[in-house]
């Protein structure tokens, strides 16, 4: 089988779809040989470059002749006939999007994370939801197969763009292969200096944006012990004036601390280093955050709403994310039982394994 990918993310992002679609293409190089892989992008300069290059039977397809000159016109429109010259039996649209164009006889599959600017549309311009809308109807209206990353992304497809449930197949993800490799004492405790950590820490990630709803993990420090701290850590947006607001509101400016430029390579020790994680955001397709603390063996206390529950399951305690009190109750449940909810992490986590989340995908393909 020839397969194709839109793999621009695959290049470009750091985190979150990039990770997906790295993740996606590196396991079904890797435990299907066989099969030759594509990856369709503008450009293969980035952090990336270099990250496929141990699979034979991966090749980069980038724009050609007059092309060059509009890579993202290619992306849209040229990668149809691309694929054709190619001869791609199936083509992957890894993050919400597939080609115009793209040949009447291959397979179509396309990944869906969230409708986040369906439920949250005050929270993107103008411009941006009408884009993603056209991109989004478009790939599901085309696609053979829609991947759904949740059980709650697979409802919401039903229900904002009538996708048929036949159509659509909830294969989870997975986190970035750093979460699956041991954190080293040498590490740890570079971090802790390079970070200038507190002796013991919650740690709440993720951009600080209205929906990760940061405020109220804020606001539930002030019930907790005063030797507990909070790390943040996430890109700064607007929101975050309300943020340092619930700081002041709460008197714990001594105990609250913001990384907004923390390497991603240190993640796996600031999660190991924290005493919990908390992660009361509204609503997510995934949750990735959460899995990544379960891998690293830190408890997670998460929001009971959207997908959190599926992916934390019973390795999690869940609380209301609009009720500090109940974040903090669950917090002090989780500190006061740490060792057993960490156990149920690593088994929990075991569940969303990268090779099973591939074989899963490929699973996809094979459907007729």
Request: charged share 25%.
């Amino acid at each position: 089988m020839i397969i194709g990918f839109d793999a621009k993310r695959a290049f470009k992002n750091n985190t979150g779809l990039g990770n997906y679609s790295r993740m996606v293409v590196s396991g079904i190089a890797r435990l299907h040989p066989e099969t030759r892989l594509l990856l369709f992008t503008p450009s293969r300069k980035g952090n990336y470059s270099s990250f496929f290059e141990e699979f034979d039977n991966v090749v980069i397809v980038e724009p050609t002749g007059l092309w060059r000159l509009f890579p993202s016109l290619w992306r849209t429109f040229g990668v149809g006939f691309a694929v054709r010259r190619h001869k791609v039996d199936l083509f992957h649209g890894l993050s919400h999007e597939l080609p115009l164009a793209l040949p009447k006889g291959v397979k179509k599959v396309v990944t869906m994370h969230d409708l986040i600017s369906w439920r949250f549309p005050g929270q993107f311009h103008f411009f941006d939801r009408l884009i993603y809308r056209v991109k989004f109807s478009h790939a599901c209206r085309v696609a053979d197969n829609v991947v759904a990353v949740s059980r709650q992304t697979a409802a919401d497809l039903t229900s904002f763009l009538h996708v048929p449930q036949e159509k659509i197949k909830v294969v989870y993800q997975s986190c970035d292969n750093i979460f699956f490799t041991p954190v080293t004492d040498e590490k740890r405790a570079d971090v802790r200096r390079r970070y200038a950590l507190p002796s013991r820490y919650l740690l709440c990630v993720g951009t600080i944006e209205e929906r990760k709803n940061q405020a109220a993990a804020v606001r539930a420090m002030a019930l907790l012990p005063d030797d507990l701290h909070l790390v943040v850590v996430g890109r700064p947006t607007a929101y975050f004036e309300k943020v340092q607001a619930a700081v002041r509101e709460s008197h714990v400016e001594e105990r609250v601390h913001f990384l907004h430029n923390a390497l991603f390579s240190d993640f796996p020790a600031l999660y190991s280093e924290a005493q919990a994680s908390v992660y009361v955001s509204r609503f997510e397709g995934f949750g990735i955050p959460v899995l990544e603390s379960m891998r690293c063996g830190t408890p997670v206390v998460a929001a009971n709403c959207s997908s959190l529950p599926e992916v934390g399951g019973d390795a999690a305690l869940y609380a209301d994310p609009d009720i500090p009190d109940d974040i903090a109750k669950c917090v002090g449940s989780v500190l006061g039982q740490r060792e057993h909810y960490s156990t149920l992490c690593f088994s929990q986590s075991e569940k969303f394994s990268p090779d099973k989340i591939s074989e899963e995908i490929y699973g996809v393909y094979c459907v007729e």
